[in-house]
């Protein structure tokens, strides 16, 4: 499986010639789509999911989008191009295994109406990968070799990032959900992960590729 990581929350997996990506938003790069033969959406925000080009992308191409029953009703504008996935249900996407986990983004603030998020953890061959989107799910009885770990957003503390990777415990973790911060910030987030997590932590740059 190759990972590449683009800005932000989007994340491109391909395994011989099927390319599955995850999230692609407002903040990352057009070429992320290039050659989709499937998408995964975590949730409705715009930094997670920009309807237009989806639309376009999929229109074009005639590929699935696979999310929540409650994104679907948020994004008219692909509403019907999208088939509904609930938590705890597995499906096959461009020849990848995925299971769905988790199902409500993380709380914001009381006053802000939490949306529905689907974790999605995606599996091939011999190993997996775990994009939780906006959540802190945990993928109960698994054992995850690769974590897309959110490190900022105004729904989270690095704290609870800190736990959360410890709870799931993978090989490695990949910063993911930076783009909010600064060159500086993202250092000073680093030089903690790298201190307080027993995995391999890394921040990918945008566009780099690993297996």
Not at 12 to 38: K, M, N, Q, T, Y
Not at 157 to 168: G, K, Y
């Amino acid at each position: 499986m190759r990972i590449t990581k683009f800005t932000h929350a989007c994340v491109r997996l391909e395994r011989d010639e099927s390319v599955l990506v995850i999230d692609p938003g407002s903040f990352s790069e057009r070429g992320a789509l290039d050659g989709a033969d499937a998408i995964l959406l975590t949730h409705e925000h715009i930094d997670h999911a920009e309807p237009e080009r989806i639309a376009e992308i999929v229109k074009e191409r005639g590929i699935p989008v696979f999310a929540h029953p409650g994104v679907a009703a948020a994004l008219p504008e692909i509403t019907s191009l999208i088939t509904t996935v609930q938590p705890g249900e597995s499906i096959e996407a461009a020849g990848f295994a995925v299971s769905a986990h988790g199902g409500a983004h993380q709380i914001i603030h009381p006053d802000i109406p939490r949306v529905p998020n689907l974790a999605w953890l995606v599996t091939a061959d011999d190993t997996n990968v775990y994009h939780p989107g906006d959540s802190f799910a945990i993928p109960d009885g698994v054992d995850v070799d690769t974590l897309f770990l959110p490190i900022s957003g105004p729904w989270m503390r690095m704290a609870e990032a800190v736990d959360f990777a410890r709870e799931i415990n993978p090989r490695r973790a990949f910063a993911l959900h930076e783009a909010l911060l600064s060159d500086i910030g993202i250092a000073v987030v680093g030089r903690n992960m790298e201190r307080l997590l027993d995995c391999e932590y890394t921040r990918l740059q945008p566009g780099t590729t690993v297996s």
